[in-house]
């Protein structure tokens, strides 16, 4: 009996982390992708996560995307600001190319980071990252060059939001550099 139910979880664990795994395969990729096109400045319209605890409202801590550069190497930066009480810390993250066209791969906080432009046109953009450690997280980012929403990206945005069950999550940006200490 034993031996039955250690087996039944074994299976159980192998077919969630199959259905974990399965989930970047159906997460599009933009095809013509130019990394180039989308640097500069972005705001973040819509967030959302596949851990609930990640995305709480009540959390101090916010993370905003402030603009994305590249490299002549193909590398793209992410411009970061981590804002909350008493804590404003400006962070950037290199991801590298891979072999496919607009997916990059690097590495955030000891976890290995992958990175898909899912669809762009150049103005709005929606992004899909992947953060792999002990858990995997997905991390779903909807963008734009003006902090307007546009409809249809708005709705394609929460198509990938239902068809992955994903948290939304309250959205934050940041105009400029962290003040300096007082």
Known sequence: ?????????????????????KAPEEVPVQWGFDAHKVEGRWFTLQLAASR??????????????HSIQTSDSGDVDFVLFWKGEGVCQEKSITVHPTQLQGQYQGSFEGSSMHVRFVSTDYSNLILYVRFEDDEVTSLWVLLARRVVEDPTWLRRYLEFVEKFQLQRAPAFNTDGPCAPPR
Not at 53 to 65: I, Q, W, Y
């Open 52 to 65: 609930a605890e990640l995305v709480s409202p009540a959390d101090p801590l916010r993370l905003a995307l």
């Open 1 to 21: 009996m034993a031996l039955e139910t250690a087996l039944l979880l074994l299976l159980a664990l192998g077919l969630d982390l199959a259905g974990a795994q």
